[in-house]
């Protein structure tokens, strides 16, 4: 009889479920999803739009031509006045070209959303780990810090930090961070009290390990996923803080376009009806949240439907 | 249960102390506040006479200290604003937003329940997309960018709303309200619209609901008497972290709407840097935040009688 060298070869191979690599499964899985590949398509056309804003943009951001002041978007007339070409979307009461402005925004509402993840989640998931793995006092002194920081609203913290640390972008990342290691922090701590007790880390313990190694090398790549996709929708959730706190004026400094900004710099003009001003940097945001959220979901779907998140 | 009830209240008792510390302790780096009790033309000596006889010239801790032992009797100092006591100028303007979030939590409840069950019993229906559809909406669009749309729409154009203030009057206080707490509780409604479909869909999976149907109950009776009633917890549990988005919420809300509730006191007061008033004010927020989380969970034991609170 010939040697049988694969599954394939089987009698019954037709019968068997049909192995599919990693990234055939990651496509279907995607397709499948419509809304997450949207999700995802838009996320990278705003991806590029922030890294390749210079040679995107039609016209300064900030310095603003009064001769062209109030103008509609290009496809419109408002009281009298047409749109240009060169102006797509308008400008507002200096002159300043929305679209050029949209843009440049896109720049810091993703820094802030990406790396403000970042801080909050290295905080997050170190505290996590250490309260978790060495438990007792030091787990009851951190989760009790945890609690007096969930008993000041998030935004309020973040207004608070920023007064202390300076309205730049680097500040508004750290304090945005601040306010979200919490999350990290309690999903991270229950993965390890759950993994703790497991023959693994018994083992590595008797052949020497120290807690660090045990920790990172062990406990850690169990809570990956879960840290992931809390990740993905702290990016949206921190999109959405900075856009509330530039709308208050208190993220960098307004002569950085920011869409927060934006829309404050609108708020004198809904009387007088120019409503471009507000809805696109508005629908900017939205958009930016909806695709972070769906793709959110999708991951959290994909790495697994099971996960407690 | 007493038990339990009182170590929850010293432990909150805690966690409001710990709040009110770290906020002093942010606070305190912002700058020296002698500036805003002096006069123009103070000499350098003349502000330091000053500022030795209001205090601030003492170590952080001395200071925090002196402020918390007032605070415990209630005294928050005097806003630099108002010239008046912080406690009395934060609790004129309390009722004001606590009746916003009240009502934004109503009306979020009263969409969301409704939108989450037709969405859970006509699975994957159009109902169900469209309800899913807009809770999903719901959850990305930022409340300011809402409140505007809102004011535009309904009183700019249609003139259906005014546009600012509170109004006088119930009728007319809800009035004025509703549009702001549309506005402030949508992001609830949506989450818990999503929250109350899935477990709804898991409840009504189980073996005692198959038992019910085949008991030959209503649906009706089915779906609400026992599914709901227990698909609902988890909306409860998250309740009190819903208000706490509430109650942070308002901040943006208020302004938009130039409602005088706390969160647009606290906005001008961080503007006006009135140091005493911003801690006054997140205190007194905090106090509330916590004192709810605390009812939630204690509704919670009650309506869950798998829950023993040792």
């Known amino acids: ?309 | 249960m007493t038990k339990y009830i009182i170590g929850r209240l010293l432990q909150s008792v805690i966690v409001v102390l710990g709040a009110m510390i770290v906020v002093f302790f942010v606070l305190f780096h912002t700058g020296d506040p002698t500036l805003l009790f002096a006069s123009q033309n103070m000499t350098v000596q003349q502000l330091a006479e000053l500022r030795h006889s209001l205090g601030f010239d003492l170590p952080w801790y001395q200071q925090m200290f002196r402020y918390l032992a007032h605070s415990i009797h209630g005294d928050f100092g005097v806003s630099l604003q108002y010239h008046q006591s912080v406690a009395r100028v934060v609790f004129e303007r309390l009722p004001a937003t606590l009746e916003l979030s009240l009502l934004a939590y109503a009306l979020a409840l009263l969409v969301a329940i409704p939108i989450g069950v037709i969405a859970a019993v006509r699975r994957n229906s159009f109902w169900d997309q469209a309800g899913m559809g807009f809770a999903v909406l719901g959850q990305s669009i930022p409340s300011f960018f809402l409140g505007f749309l809102l004011l535009w729409i309904f009183s700019g154009k249609l003139g259906w709303f005014p546009v600012t203030g509170r109004g006088s009057g119930l009728l007319d206080q809800l009035h004025h309200m509703l549009l702001p707490a549309i506005a402030l509780g949508l992001l609830s409604m949506a989450r818990n619209a999503r929250l109350l479909r899935s477990n709804l869909l898991e409840v009504l999976g189980q073996d005692y609901i198959r038992t019910a149907r085949a008991k030959g109950l209503k649906e009706r009776i089915i779906v609400f008497k026992h599914g709901v009633r227990n698909a609902i917890l988890p909306v409860v549990t998250v309740a009190g972290l819903d208000f706490g988005v509430l109650l942070s919420g308002s901040v943006v809300t208020e302004t938009v709407f130039a409602y005088p509730g706390v969160g647009l006191l606290l906005i001008k007061a961080i503007e006006q840097k009135d140091f005493p008033l911003v801690v006054g004010a997140v205190t007194v927020l905090a106090v509330i935040f916590v004192l709810l989380n605390l009812l939630v969970d204690l509704l919670y034991g009650y309506l869950d009688p798998r829950i023993h609170y040792a």
């Open chain 1, 1 to 309: 009889m010939a040697a049988i060298t694969s599954t394939t070869e089987l009698p019954f191979a037709d019968a068997l479920p049909k192995r599919r690599s990693a990234a055939a499964r990651l496509l279907r899985s995607l397709l499948r999803r419509r809304l997450a590949a949207f999700g995802i398509i838009v996320l990278l056309i705003i991806i590029v739009a922030a890294i390749f804003a210079h040679p995107l943009a039609l016209h300064s951001p900030s310095q603003g031509n009064v001769l062209k002041s109030k103008l509609p978007p290009a496809w419109m007339s408002f009281r009298g006045q047409h749109g240009e070409r060169s102006y797509p979307l308008g400008t507002d009461e200096n002159g300043r070209d929305i679209y050029t402005r949209l843009i440049y925004g896109a720049r810091v509402s993703l820094t802030v959303g990406i790396l403000s993840v970042l801080v909050g989640g290295a905080i997050g998931v170190t505290i996590g780990l250490i309260a978790g793995y060495y438990g007792r006092i030091v787990d009851a002194v951190l989760m009790r810090l945890a609690d007096i920081q969930l008993a000041i609203p998030s935004l309020l913290l973040a207004i608070a930090l920023l007064a202390v640390l300076g309205h730049n972008l680097r500040s508004v990342i750290v304090a945005i961070g601040i306010t979200a290691w919490v999350t990290y922090a309690r999903v991270v701590r229950s993965q390890v009290l759950s993994v703790r007790e497991k023959e693994f880390v018994e083992a590595a313990r008797a052949m020497g390990a120290g807690d660090l190694r045990i920790m990172v090398r062990h406990i850690l790549p169990n809570t990956w996923a879960s840290i992931i996709v809390i990740a993905s929708f702290g990016v949206a959730s921190a999109i959405l803080i900075e856009a509330a706190l530039s709308f208050l004026g208190l993220s960098v400094p307004p002569t950085t376009p920011t869409w927060g900004n934006m829309v404050a710099n609108a708020q004198d003009q809904i009387i007088t009806g120019r409503w471009w001003l507000y809805v696109f940097p508005g629908l900017a945001i939205m958009l930016t949240v909806l695709a972070v959220n769906s793709f959110g979901d999708w991951l959290r779907d994909y790495l697994d439907p099971r996960l407690q998140v």
